[in-house]
């Protein structure tokens, strides 16, 4: 009997960025962010959940070396040690934990295969956790 | 009555590597590279168990019986043991996926598939599988 698991992988980016919204002014930013519009930077986590059905052989349900090459690829290379707001991904992106969850998952959703992603969590410090988990959630 | 899920965390140490039995040296070196190689992990496990509140005790369900249950039942078995040398992982590889699908089955008709929530196998701070029995 095939039966869904799903796994979970956490990577690691360290990254500068500010909050703010380009439509308001700076003083408007200020207010509204406090020491978050102040260009500073995280440790971040980010943990990528996919499902799959382990094969009945390998006993595999994700192929890991696939899924970290892609995730390195189309994400990692671009915020680790890099500005936010200057990575192409990001591109408009509020850097809100949940403004990048978001985003990551639009990068990655199409890029997995069909329908495996489930979750997209961005750990931002260690007391601030931010979860996407597509539209319909 | 308010239903509530609570979860509590164990750990074993074990050692395993990938071999499909069916498969020749080379192809399982091809294929699984160095997991093919006997080592080892500080596995943790996470098993949430969900229920009504008991309006006499406050609980889902007493912790110290949860403790209880996973350790004879899983946390002996497979603590400081080879999992390859398991009977449970002699036709299936000891990967992250097929330990948490095991686990589950020695759990579920211990604690009920109806109290038994979901169970998370941790290989490292990196990986985790979980399991919710759909």
Known sequence: MAREVTLTRV?????????????????????????????????YYLEVTVAGMPDPVTGMAVDLGALDAQVERSLLAQVDHHKLEEAPALAGVITTGEGLARAFWGVLEPRLARGSLRRVTVVETAKNRFEYRGQND | MARARSTRRFS??????????AWSPEENERFFGRLTVPHGHNYTL????????????GMVIDLGELKR?????????????????????RDRVPTTENIALVVWD??????G???LASVRVWEDATLSVEYDGT
Do not use: W
């Open chain 1, 11 to 43: 990577y690691h980016f360290s990254a500068a960025h500010e909050l703010a919204n380009p439509a308001l002014p700076p003083e408007a930013n200020a207010a509204l962010y406090g020491a978050c519009h102040r260009p500073h930077g995280h440790n």
């Open chain 2, 12 to 21: 074993f140490a074990a050692g395993h590597h990938y071999r499909v039995a």
């Open chain 2, 46 to 57: 996470d098993v949430t168990v969900r229920g009504d509140i008991d309006e006499r005790t």
């Open chain 2, 69 to 89: 249950v996973v350790a004879e039942t899983v946390v002996d078995r497979f603590d400081h043991a080879d999992l390859n040398a398991d009977p449970l992982f």
């Open chain 2, 106 to 111: 020695l759990l579920a008709p211990k604690l």
């Open chain 2, 113 to 115: 598939v109806d109290r």
